[in-house]
């Protein structure tokens, strides 16, 4: 099992910036990738970033230039540095771990942190 805790939400005038930590515990060596993802009122969940442990990152199309994910491996903790918001990043935003477990693909999820840009 893996537990994700996340910290680092709040509120922001658009334009601002925030940084979201996700600290990872339990079966940590099965962790394969860690990202985030966020889900607006009446929207579905949409991925955000992703980051694996060789380092590997990659981002949604909308956050591209303005969010960055990194991780301290030292901490079992992953960052989202975002920049420039704008008051669509609102949403809650929910970290994710994919993992293997005894060869079977897992994902665990943390209980999310609300971010509000506002206008």
């Known amino acids: 099992q893996v537990q994700l805790v996340e910290s680092g939400g709040g509120l922001v005038q658009a334009g601002g910036s925030l940084r979201l930590s996700c600290a990872a515990s339990?079966?940590?060596?099965?962790?394969?990738?860690m990202g985030w993802y966020r889900q607006a009122p009446g929207k579905q969940r949409e991925f955000v970033a992703r980051i694996t442990v060789d380092g590997s990152t990659n981002y949604a199309d909308s956050v591209k230039g303005r969010f960055t994910i990194s991780r301290d491996n030292a901490k079992n903790t992953v960052y989202l540095q975002m920049n420039s918001l704008k008051p669509e990043d609102t949403a809650v935003y929910y970290c994710?771990?994919?993992?293997?477990?005894?060869?079977?693909?897992?994902?665990?999820w943390g209980q999310g942190t609300q971010v509000t840009v506002s206008s």
């Open positions: 994710n771990a994919g993992a293997t477990v005894a060869g079977i693909g897992r994902r665990y």
């Open positions: 339990g079966s940590i060596f099965s962790i394969n990738a």
